[in-house]
């Protein structure tokens, strides 16, 4: 036990000596410029004060982190990648959405019940899957954007809708369910029976107050976070269809121009930064699930074989992934196998604390 005391003390003042190092040798300050096209209120701005806080001290004032928050440096994210790529922006942060346009791989994180709840997403995502998606960005970007982690922005997906419980794929019938414009969500829409309808966010209130959709796929904080009840939204099923991955992106160049001091730096201020994200959404669910019973709001959780029906009833959505996506093979062959692991790692857990 000693030994490895002495050994993990050893690497640590080997870590903090190459920072001093490092910030001895550079007279210049390293600057990261960060950016999230969201609000102050949101888990990706959490991230980042975790990120800044971290990596600004840990680097002994060698690396600083500048936030813009919003539209201020891009308004969307073909434009905010774009940036990464050219060198303007150092770090992004995207919905699997925001990224399709030119990774749309990424897409994966939106097929549904793969990941079965929070434990086995977050041992996912901080695994080779990860990896494997990086690699893929690196080589489709020309080595200009990389993959740093993946963390969560609101939850689970699960439906909402103003009609009427949802227990199984044939209540759905005949909803009027709101989307993006990309294909994978309006796939599983149609699978599940019901009717995509792509609605930009920003008009979804007024479109359920008029009836133009009857339901979403959203996350809880994002439905109160709205006021979608004060619009009709009044049923809440927790089929947690997918869980809400937010991607990290780098700048390549700038990451690895830096002294591998730095870059380690860099890397555990993004696990600091992934852990912040894992967590926030379920703190901020407390309250938005409270106040949703409390204004007349109806949550129904399904049984096991309800869930399973589900999943049935979706499955196809991943044959179509496979045929259309560029890079579906691959992408959805290594986020089975790491769902498999972690299951697998899980269940020895279990077995473990268990008995």
Not at 38 to 62: Q, T
Request: hydrophobic letters at 45%; a negative charge; glycine letters at 10%.
């Amino acid at each position: 036990m000693l030994k490895h005391l002495l050994t993990a003390a050893t690497i640590t003042a080997a870590s903090f000596a190459g920072v001093a190092a490092y910030a001895e040798g550079h007279g210049e300050t390293i600057t990261l410029r960060a950016t999230a096209n969201s609000n102050e209120a949101d888990e990706d701005y959490a991230g980042l004060i975790v990120f800044k806080d971290y990596v600004e001290a840990a680097s002994n004032g060698a690396i600083e982190v500048e936030l813009f928050i919003g539209t201020q440096l891009c308004s969307n994210g073909a434009e905010c990648l774009e940036g990464v790529s050219e060198g303007s922006i150092d770090i992004y942060i995207s919905t699997s959405g925001g990224a399709a346009g030119i990774f749309p791989y990424v897409q994966v994180l939106d097929l549904p019940y793969l990941m079965a709840d929070d434990r086995v997403a977050e041992h996912v995502l901080q695994g080779d899957f990860v990896r494997t998606m990086r690699d893929m960005a690196l080589a489709d970007s020309g080595d200009t954007i990389r993959l740093m982690t993946i963390g969560n922005t609101g939850g689970w997906r699960n439906f909402a809708n103003t009609q009427r419980r949802i227990q199984t794929p044939a209540d759905m019938e005949g909803l009027k369910i709101r989307t993006v414009v990309a294909d994978l969500p309006q796939e599983l829409v149609r699978a599940l029976g019901a009717s995509p309808t792509p609605i930009p966010w920003p008009e979804l209130f007024t479109s359920f107050q008029t009836g133009v959709v009857d339901g979403s796929k959203n996350g809880i904080t994002d439905i109160m976070g709205m006021k979608f009840p004060d619009a009709g939204l009044q049923y809440i099923t927790l089929d947690g269809h997918a869980y809400m991955g937010a991607l990290w992106w780098m700048n390549n160049d700038k990451f690895m121009d830096m002294d591998p001091a730095m870059r380690r730096v860099v890397v555990d201020g993004f696990y600091a930064l992934q852990q912040a994200t894992f967590a926030a959404p379920k703190r901020g669910a407390i309250q938005a699930y409270a106040d949703f019973v409390e204004g007349g709001g109806d949550i129904y959780v399904p049984t096991p074989d309800e869930k399973a029906a589900f999943a049935e009833a979706a499955a196809p959505v991943q044959g179509w992934f496979r045929e259309n996506v560029q890079g579906g093979d691959q992408i959805l062959d290594a986020l089975i196998a790491a769902v498999g692991e972690a299951e697998a790692d899980l269940a020895a857990a279990y077995e473990a604390d268990l008995n």
